[in-house]
């Protein structure tokens, strides 16, 4: 029994000295550990968000980007250490800044940067993440190929920074070397029986691909209380061992 446990005693820090080495780093705030992403968290090697890495997240179509969109800002108004700011990359802006507010992020902590051209996005997600003044960059791009993402996670390396890319309606997904990769789908909102309209936000949450890590699909619900959990760890669709392959 007590060679077990050294057994895993060792296999753990191995585990966090590979990740250190690739860069990952652990968050230097407690808030960093309370996400509020219930199961989600232990999908994660050291079941912490890894921060000082990019991460991908994939969508198709309005309804799912806008829901992508919703869900990074809350993760990153979780994440994000009191008193530090984040820059916020596109070509299309169709963000209305006071309701980032209604997802847990104060409008005057982001700044606001729209370009012309998508390569100007990149070059600028790519200088932003060297800057340790801010604690994340968020991009909005379509395409990237893997040497564009391995530049990207390169300048993260020596800082904190991290960086959420989210890729609308790409050509291809694309093999990239984002720590992770996200797709965030719309689901119906559960009205409140008592009061009239619209309710919280809610999202079917894929964890794709992650470093190390177990991918899986949670449903989730956005409230003033945070992420609130719906449903247990599915497999991701390419985990499944039962799925054919060609």
């Given at each position: 029994m007590n060679?077990?446990?050294?057994?895993?005693e060792i296999v753990e820090r191995l585990q966090k000295e590979i990740l250190s080495?690739?860069?990952?780093?652990?968050?230097?705030?407690?808030?960093?550990?309370d996400t509020g992403l219930g199961p989600i968290i232990n999908a994660f090697p050291?079941?912490?968000f890894p921060i000082g890495a990019v991460h991908e997240f994939i969508s198709h179509g309005a309804e799912n980007a806008a829901a992508t969109s919703g869900f990074m800002i809350a993760l990153a108004g979780r994440l994000m250490p009191s008193q530090h700011n984040c820059l916020w990359i596109s070509t299309k802006r169709t963000l209305f800044p006071p309701a980032l507010k209604q997802f847990g992020l104060d409008a005057t902590r982001v700044i606001f940067l729209d370009l012309l051209k998508q390569k100007d996005v990149l070059w600028a997600v790519e200088e932003a993440l060297k800057c340790q003044s801010l604690s994340f960059v968020i991009g909005e791009i379509g395409e990237l190929n893997f040497k564009e993402s391995r530049r990207l996670q390169l300048a993260v390396e020596h800082n904190h920074v991290t960086g959420l890319l989210h890729r609308s309606n790409p050509r291809t997904e694309n093999t990239v070397a984002c720590l992770?990769?996200?797709k965030i789908a719309t689901l119906p909102s559960h009205m409140d029986g008592v009061i009239p309209g619209i309710g919280f936000?809610?999202?079917?949450?894929?964890?794709?691909?992650v470093r190390n890590g177990r991918p899986g699909i949670w449903d989730l619900e956005?409230?003033?209380r945070g992420f609130q959990s719906l449903t247990t760890q599915r497999a991701a669709p390419h985990q499944n061992p039962k799925r054919k392959t060609a």
């Open positions: 060679q077990s446990v050294a057994r895993s080495m690739q860069g990952v780093k652990k968050a230097r705030t407690s808030n960093a550990n050291t079941k912490t992770t990769r996200w936000s809610r999202w079917r949450v894929e964890l794709a691909k956005w409230s003033r």
